[in-house]
């Protein structure tokens, strides 16, 4: 679901059992070193946001921040609240399942809407 668009980046959430967004740029660079500066600047601003937003509201164990886009050759990050009883914990969330998870993603939507009013 998309949170959040302007003319430079968008926002979508991810389908998990924690807290995980997604900023894409809106015009399709393979490479962060290929993003114009404005976009990059853009890119880093939001990473705050979200990151400090997640640890305040969530207060997690950990915040993961990824940009692989091996299968999506398309600039975009992954910002993720990662807890010791999520399931996957202290691998990525494409590692080994480690356990059968006891954190229950919770307030999400609320989540959203206060981080919303942030961006």
């Given at each position: ?12 959430t991810?389908e998990?059992?924690?807290p995980?967004l ?5 015009e399709p660079?393979?490479e962060?070193s ?21 640890l ?8 993961n921040?990824?940009s692989?886009?091996n299968y ?5 990050f992954?910002i993720?609240a990662?807890?010791k ?7 990525p969330?494409?590692?080994k399942?480690q ?16 981080l919303?009013?942030q961006?």
């Amino acid at each position: 679901m998309r949170i959040y668009e302007d003319d430079l980046v968008y926002i979508e959430t991810e389908e998990s059992e924690i807290p995980w967004l997604k900023i894409f740029t809106r015009e399709p660079y393979k490479e962060f070193s290929q993003t114009p500066a404005n976009v990059k600047e853009k890119i880093w601003q939001l990473l705050d946001t979200i990151e400090k937003e997640m640890l305040s509201f969530y207060t997690p164990d950990k915040i993961n921040i990824v940009s692989f886009g091996n299968y999506v050759p398309h600039v975009h990050f992954h910002i993720m609240a990662r807890f010791k009883n999520d399931s996957f914990f202290p691998e990525p969330m494409w590692g080994k399942k480690q356990r059968e998870g006891t954190y229950r993603l919770t307030d999400f939507d609320t989540f959203i809407k206060r981080l919303q009013q942030q961006l």
